[in-house]
């Protein structure tokens, strides 16, 4: 299904190494979101994104950086200055920016990301 | 801060019994609380809407303010119902605050 793809599905990275996770929608929704799925510990926002060339921090950014060129992008680059980067990464969408209790996130399918 | 706490991480019970699942949350604003769910190889998405007072696959779920919860309920589970339910509070924005999240197996 479309909507929302992140790619790749699986990632390997090297100690050290920068490494970006793909996010696209094709929904033309104006927010878009990163969350990290680590078990037990359910879904932390990383970074969110209201509109184009602009995204706040969310509750575990250390580590990560973001951009919103484009509407339908937002991508994330996890840096070697995030300590312990192993996880399932979610990418999510939604056409309400400024909230509302009839507010719905379309999430991607995932990337897993593994720190050798 | 606000928080969202679900307090069991596995839940089991079989076909056709009641199931609830717990969320409870701390937030000083007026609160927005939703249910995802994940079932296995899906995507998370969303099930209900606390505004929307509906029933979704059977499940209801109620906003008590006074005992800061919004459980999630169903009279007769079913073994489809098996998957991995977060409670979520919107909070500024359009952000999301998770729980840890439960994990329903419903047995034959």
């Known amino acids: 299904d479309g909507g929302i793809t992140q790619s790749p599905k699986y990632l390997f990275r090297k100690e050290g190494q920068n490494v970006t996770l793909s996010c696209e929608q094709n929904l033309n929704h104006d927010a878009m979101y990163w969350y990290r799925q680590d078990p037990g510990q359910g879904l932390r926002l990383i970074y969110y994104s209201q509109i184009v060339n602009d995204f706040q921090k969310g509750d575990i950014a250390e580590g990560y950086s973001v951009s919103r060129e484009k509407k339908e992008s937002f991508p994330l680059t996890v840096t070697s200055a995030q300590k312990n980067p192993t996880a399932f990464y979610l990418c999510?969408?939604?056409?309400?920016?400024?909230?509302?209790?009839?507010?719905?996130?379309?999430f991607g399918p995932g990337t897993r990301l593994t720190v050798l | 801060a606000q928080r969202v706490t679900q307090p069991e991480k596995l839940l089991s019970v079989f076909k056709g019994a009641p199931v609830e699942l717990k969320c409870n949350y701390s937030?000083?604003?007026?609160?927005?609380l939703f249910w995802y769910v994940q079932y296995s190889r899906q995507r998370l998405q969303l099930l209900l809407r606390?505004?929307s007072r509906e029933s979704i696959k059977g499940f209801t779920a109620d906003l008590n303010k006074g005992e800061t919860s919004f459980h999630l309920k169903k009279p007769f589970a079913q073994e489809e119902d098996s998957a991995m339910y977060y409670c979520?509070?919107?909070?500024?924005?359009?952000?999301?605050?998770f729980g840890e999240g439960t994990q329903l197996t419903v047995n034959p």
């Open positions: 606390h505004i």
């Open positions: 979520a509070l919107e909070t500024s924005g359009s952000r999301l605050t």
């Open positions: 937030y000083s604003g007026s609160p927005e």
């Open positions: 999510a969408s939604s056409n309400d920016p400024g909230g509302s209790p009839y507010n719905e996130q379309f």
